[in-house]
């Protein structure tokens, strides 16, 4: 747990640190577009990032338990099988949808709105 939270604290002083020049903007209209729209690109890779990160650890924990399952009973392979593909493609569904969600939100054209 601690080395989890010791990597959570190292991300998140990177991403201050790295975000830092974006407070340092003008503050006139054109900057206000630019500005917005460097947000958005920061958060739409941030959120693909973090959606294919827990993507990958949560098919690769489903995988690592379903081989531990098959070993221990061979028997029920076919079974545990069918609900590993079922449970690794509802994951991926997961990603895509982050995907299409950090899309819409990269395409949505923001100098209209402000």
């Known amino acids: 747990m601690k080395k989890t939270l010791k990597t959570l604290g190292v991300f ?5 640190l790295f975000s830092a020049p974006l407070l ?18 920061i958060i739409g ?13 949560c098919q690769a924990k489903a995988i ?9 009973n061979p028997a029920s392979g076919p079974h545990i ?3 590993l593909i079922f449970g690794l493609v509802l994951i991926e ?3 895509i949808y982050a995907l299409l969600i ?13």
């Open 102 to 114: 950090s899309i819409i939100i990269l395409m949505v054209k923001w100098g209209q709105y402000t």
């Open 45 to 57: 890779g941030g959120i693909i990032t973090l959606a294919a990160a827990a993507g990958a650890f």
């Open 24 to 41: 340092a903007q003008n503050d006139n209209l054109t900057d206000r577009k630019a500005s917005l729209y460097k947000l958005t690109l």
């Open 93 to 95: 569904t997961l990603v």
């Open 81 to 83: 099988r069918f609900l």
């Open 64 to 72: 690592s338990s379903a081989c531990d399952g098959i070993s221990r």
């Open 12 to 16: 998140v002083f990177f991403l201050i």
